[in-house]
């Protein structure tokens, strides 16, 4: 059963600092994995998506990996802002099931 | 520009009656998901539909149920609400289940249960 886990669960900055958040999954047999952001109360915005065979997606300031074999993934965001505060969650698809199994999140704020 | 849309945004319902949940999109996409999210929990999916095709968690409780009528809206029904079922359910699609495409989220729904 995939377990995921996202470290750390909270991470407070001053804006402009470049930061890495962490991911790690049990089972490295997946198909890819997705990057979401979440803001209070709100639904969750798809921000990279990462295929098995790939290392890296890029979105701007936003840099994901992903090293199957470890079972881990990296979200790095360069030169952050406020707007960026919000709840950042990791979830590999794999398996049979086509299922999204997603991590607690990091809970991100970033200081004016 | 709205593609999944989810109403009512919050639900206040009383332990037992049941509720009806809506999700709709406008993506045209083949699978739709349900998810659960409690208070600083990770979503958890309850079912999807692939096309017409229901499949649900082995983990799911029969208190959950949903249909889908057409490509373009899906329901979740809760039809004995408890106290425990109060959270944010949310609502996405995806163009298929293959690991190519992403899952696209609606804003979700708070239920409260009273």
């Known amino acids: 059963k995939q377990e995921v886990t996202q470290i750390p669960a909270a991470l407070s900055v001053p804006e402009g600092e470049n930061l890495v958040l962490n991911c790690s999954f049990t089972d490295s047999a997946i198909y890819n994995l997705q990057w979401f952001r979440q803001d209070p109360g709100k639904g969750l915005t798809s921000l990279l998506l990462?295929?098995?065979?790939?290392r890296e997606q890029t979105s701007g300031r936003l840099n994901a990996s992903l090293d199957k074999s470890s079972g881990r993934s990296t979200l790095y965001i360069a030169a952050s802002q406020p707007g960026d505060s919000a709840t950042y969650l990791c979830?590999?698809?794999?398996?049979?099931?086509?299922?999204?199994?997603f991590g607690s999140g990091t809970r991100l704020l970033v200081r004016p | 520009d709205a593609m999944v849309i989810q109403n009512p945004r919050y639900q206040v319902t009383q332990f037992g009656k049941p509720v009806t949940l809506s999700c709709s999109q406008t993506?045209?996409?083949?699978?739709m998901y349900w998810y659960q999210q409690k208070s600083s929990q990770a979503p958890k999916l309850l079912f999807h539909y692939y096309d017409k095709d229901f499949n649900n968690e082995a983990d799911t409780p029969d208190n959950f149920q949903s249909r889908r009528p057409n490509t373009s809206f899906c329901f979740l029904d809760i039809r004995s609400p408890g106290l425990g079922d109060a959270a944010m359910y949310l609502c996405a699609t995806s163009r298929d289940r293959r690991a190519t495409y992403e899952q696209y989220f609606g804003p979700g729904t708070r239920l409260t249960v009273t």
């Open positions: 993506l045209n996409h083949n699978v």
């Open positions: 979830a590999p698809e794999g398996g049979s099931s086509y299922k999204l199994i």
């Open positions: 990462i295929q098995s065979s790939q």
